[in-house]
């Protein structure tokens, strides 16, 4: 067999996901900083949020298992982002402290720290929520190389707030999946007046549920209201929000409606969540904007339906993230 038809055998196997080893999205695995533009990182951490079973350390091994055959083009842009970038799969943040929220976010800030300073863009996929404050304390804020000293403007597309701030501990987790967007805005992380809450839901405990996100300066589009609003009018919004800060995109799996993604933590099951087609045209609202990075969080891979529905959709807006800083690269 020629060399060239062997080239041709792995290009073919290689669309294949379940061939070779599952990295994200097949790219090359480097633990090393060195000749990245956009880094994809597992955060396999899941004891910032203890109110359900407790699997979402295992969301990045999932994704990695069935992104290979995400591998593509970005239709609508017209480009592919894996000719324009130098993308790799740094592999996953060490956690020896697994049991230990805070110590756990503490080792995230150290290492997203120095992605920060070699202004690598990392795309994350977590863990549950916590994960965004120890991200956002290593790359956002004073000395950060990569929004250049400034806060973010946060995309943060969710079912819930995430503001809880009349807690003390969730669970006992202080820098927890439930606090991270007050802790962020406080500690001069997050602008919260150039940044947008997108589809929080469900019937609360109290009425009184969006007051902390107002407090803050969050502008918020409810479920509720992106109904009334629709599509375009809410990626005017989102787009008018951000500016021209350095942008953040967070995505927790739960804003998509439980039937397609029946695996995340916190379920939402009374109303409506995003279709995948609308929570695309949302992240689509950044195009062009400084996006340093983002993150998806909440994947429960256990609860997962047996074709890995929730981590196909968690690996397709990984795909769309990325492609909206590969876009300000090509
Ligand atoms: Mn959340």
């Not at 989102?238 to 695996?263: E, M, N, Q, R, W």
Request: net charge negative; aromatic share 8%; glycine share 8%.
């Amino acid at each position: 067999m020629s060399k060239n038809h062997e080239e041709q055998d792995k290009l073919m196997m290689n669309t294949m996901y379940w061939w070779g080893i599952p990295s994200f999205f097949k790219c090359n695995f480097q633990e090393n900083i060195e000749n990245t533009d956009i880094a994809f990182v597992g955060v396999p951490h899941s004891t910032g949020n203890g109110t359900t079973e407790r699997d979402q350390h295992l969301g990045p091994r999932a994704v990695r298992h069935v992104s290979g055959s995400l591998r593509r083009v970005h239709m609508k842009y017209e480009f592919s982002p894996w000719e324009v970038a130098r993308i790799n799969d740094l592999g996953d943040v060490p956690l020896p402290e697994a049991n230990n929220n805070e110590a756990c976010i503490r080792d995230i800030s150290n290492f997203y720290k120095k992605l920060s300073d070699s202004q690598v863009k990392p795309v994350s996929i977590g863990g549950d929520h916590s994960i965004t404050g120890g991200i956002l304390r290593g790359i956002s804020g004073k000395g950060s190389k990569l929004t250049d000293g400034q806060s973010v403007s946060l995309l943060h597309i969710d079912a819930h707030t995430d503001t809880f701030d009349n807690l003390d501990h969730f669970l006992g987790a202080r820098d927890s999946a439930a606090h991270w967007a007050s802790f962020c805005v406080r500690e001069g992380l997050i602008n919260a007046e150039t940044s947008i809450q997108v589809g929080l839901r469900g019937n609360t405990r109290t009425l009184d549920w969006l007051k902390p996100s107002y407090d803050l300066g969050y502008k918020v589009v409810t479920m509720d209201e992106y109904k009334k609003l629709g599509l375009v009018q809410t990626v005017e919004k989102i787009k008018s929000t951000l500016g021209s800060k350095p942008v953040y995109i967070t995505f927790d799996l739960d804003c998509l409606d439980p039937t397609i993604a029946p695996a995340v933590s916190n379920l939402e099951p009374g109303c409506n969540g995003f279709s995948i087609d609308e929570a695309i045209s949302l992240i689509q609202a950044v195009k062009g904007l400084n996006v340093i990075g983002g993150d998806i969080v909440c994947l429960m891979p256990t609860k997962d339906n047996p074709n890995n529905m929730t981590s196909m959709v968690a690996a397709s807006v990984a795909f769309e993230i990325m492609s909206q800083i590969a876009w300000n690269i090509k």
